[in-house]
């Protein structure tokens, strides 16, 4: 009886990889090279910018209007996905007609009307309706400013996106656990809190994650009713100096490093709230 030879299999060669992988990078390293030297950016101008104090306060004010923009546009959407999955017609309906409207409207359109709302509403207050008296009224172009603008239209568009998100995120859990929960006599409240929402946090969290990041470059739209963000005090600089593409750059820089730590973010609730299932 003859002995077995070990096989060794080779692994042929294939040049075509090898090669696309040494054009991307020599074209890397070509467009890298070509931005550096290239003097129309003027990197002086940039570097004396990165750190200005009208730049750092435009990015104090993108910040805050991200974080709370998503975080109440994730308790309205949250809201709204329960009225979706309600038994209650009208509640399903009113849900229904919400995101429909502001996920059917443009962001910027959006934006514009909030900052102009006292074309229609010149005095906004809290009274008795159809008619009632009022017992606390305010002018609506003092009310609604720029910033209180750029955070209601933010969060009312957000809110409907995050409605869908959070509508599939709470279908993906299997209606057995909620049946076994109703089992145990756990009110629906209860149930949602403690057993549908941990479990749909799994398939929540990476688009919630991309709605944040999408956000943070979405406040630059808030450059059209001049909110303060970055990129409305990056246009005020260069309408002083002119130094158009270069303040530009210094804008894009501060929105690549916060929609990248906002990845890291992203990537570590991935982790965190995948445990316990098999990837």
């Known amino acids: 009886m003859t002995a077995e030879l070990p096989i060794e299999a080779v692994k042929p060669r294939r040049p075509g990889p090898m090669v696309a992988a040494a054009a991307a990078a020599l074209g890397l390293v070509w467009l890298a090279y070509t931005v550096v030297v290239n003097q129309n950016l003027h990197w002086d101008v940039i570097v004396a910018f990165l750190f200005d104090g009208r730049i750092?306060?435009?990015?104090?004010?993108?910040?805050?209007l991200t974080v709370l923009s998503m975080g109440l546009g994730v308790v309205l959407g949250v809201t709204a996905a329960v009225m979706q999955l309600s038994d209650s017609p009208v509640l399903r309906g009113a849900s229904a007609l919400y995101t429909w409207f502001f996920r059917g409207t443009p962001l910027l359109v959006q934006l514009i009307f909030w900052f102009n709302i006292?074309?229609?509403?010149?005095?906004?207050?809290?009274?008795?309706?159809?008619?009632?008296?009022?017992?606390?009224?305010?002018?609506?172009?003092?009310?609604?400013?720029?910033?209180?603008?750029?955070?209601?239209g933010l969060t009312i568009n957000e809110g409907?996106?995050?409605?869908?998100?959070?509508?599939?995120?709470?279908?993906?859990?299997?209606?057995?656990?909620r049946e076994a929960a109703e089992s145990l006599g756990m009110s629906h409240r209860k149930i949602l809190r403690r057993v549908v929402l941990p479990?749909?946090?799994?398939?929540?969290i990476p688009p919630t994650g991309n709605q944040f990041i999408s956000m943070l470059k979405t406040t630059s739209m808030v450059s059209v009713i001049a909110g303060a963000e970055l990129l409305t005090v990056s246009q005020r600089i260069y309408l002083e100096n002119f130094e158009v593409i270069a303040l530009l750059v210094v804008a894009s820089l501060w929105y690549l490093l916060l929609t990248s730590v906002a990845s890291v973010g992203q990537h570590f609730l991935e982790r965190r709230f995948s445990r316990g299932y098999a990837s």
């Open 56 to 64: 750092l306060g435009g990015l104090l004010v993108t910040i805050a």
């Open 118 to 152: 006292g074309l229609v509403f010149p005095v906004i207050g809290i009274g008795v309706p159809f008619g009632g008296p009022m017992l606390v009224e305010w002018q609506a172009h003092q009310l609604i400013t720029p910033f209180i603008a750029a955070l209601l």
């Open 160 to 177: 409907a996106y995050m409605a869908e998100i959070v509508r599939a995120g709470i279908r993906s859990v299997d209606p057995g656990q």
């Open 199 to 204: 479990q749909a946090m799994r398939v929540i």
